[in-house]
């Protein structure tokens, strides 16, 4: 199992995939865009074009590949493409679709129009790219059984909407300033080594 953190490197994790459609090859095996592309797009891989009413159920499309990560480090997640959901509210039916390391059948894509009853439909064509594939890490913690809690917090068991609706910044001694120092200029942060 590799623990992976910021900056993974590209190839040092080799995904086998499988392609089930040979349409794929000719519209492109998967990818990455751009330089610093962070997934991969999945294709619709369909016979006949599918119009998606709003609001109707979702439906499962094939991408047309299967993929083997071999790696209980790892996850792919199927999300939707950032301009076809904002655009034209074509989003994943079950919101993320979780990729085990240990699956291998077909990918399949959950595609929903999450558009308002009275918006245009979406029409998806074979070929065209509807989903992206991500992978990132996974930690699988140990469960151990208690009755209390090592220790206690602030917000405890404070749930939905507890901390309010605007951003307050704890300052909690020497080290929580180091800690966010290097955000600082990035963030544009105050100064927190000022008392």
Same mark, same amino acid.
């Given at each position: ?28 095996? *998967? ?11 999945? @294709? ?7 119009? +998606? *009413?709003?609001?109707? !159920?979702? =439906?499962?499309?094939?991408? #047309?590949?299967?993929?083997?990560? #071999?790696?209980? #480090?790892?996850? #792919? +997640?199927?999300? *939707? ?13 079950? +919101? ?16 929903? /129009? ?11 064509? *074979? ?13 699988? !913690? ?5 009755? %209390? @809690? ?27 300033? %180091? /800690? @966010?120092?290097? +955000?600082?200029?990035? =963030?544009?942060? !105050? /100064?927190? /080594?000022?008392?």
């Amino acid at each position: 199992m590799h623990s992976y953190g910021v900056g993974l490197v590209e190839g040092s994790l080799t995904v086998e995939v499988r392609i089930l459609d040979e349409r794929v090859r000719e519209w492109g095996l *998967p990818t990455y865009q751009s330089e610093m592309a962070a997934a991969v797009d999945l @294709f619709a891989c369909i016979e006949t074009p599918i119009i +998606l *009413p709003p609001q109707a !159920p979702a =439906m499962l499309i094939s991408s #047309g590949i299967a993929v083997h990560i #071999g790696d209980a #480090g790892v996850t #792919g +997640l199927i999300v *939707p493409r950032s301009g076809l959901g904002h655009k034209k509210g074509l989003v994943m039916g079950n +919101l993320v679709g979780v990729l085990d390391a240990d699956y291998t059948g077909p990918l399949m894509i959950s595609a929903w /129009n999450r558009g308002a009853p009275s918006s245009e439909p979406v029409e998806i064509n *074979p070929g065209d790219r509807i989903a992206q594939l991500l992978f990132v890490p996974v930690i699988r !913690p140990l469960f151990r059984t208690v009755t %209390e @809690f090592s220790s206690s917090t602030d917000r405890g068991a404070g749930g939905f909407g507890s901390t309010g609706l605007k951003t307050k910044l704890v300052r909690r001694g020497k080290r929580h300033r %180091e /800690n @966010f120092e290097g +955000l600082a200029c990035i =963030m544009e942060l !105050p /100064n927190l /080594n000022a008392d």
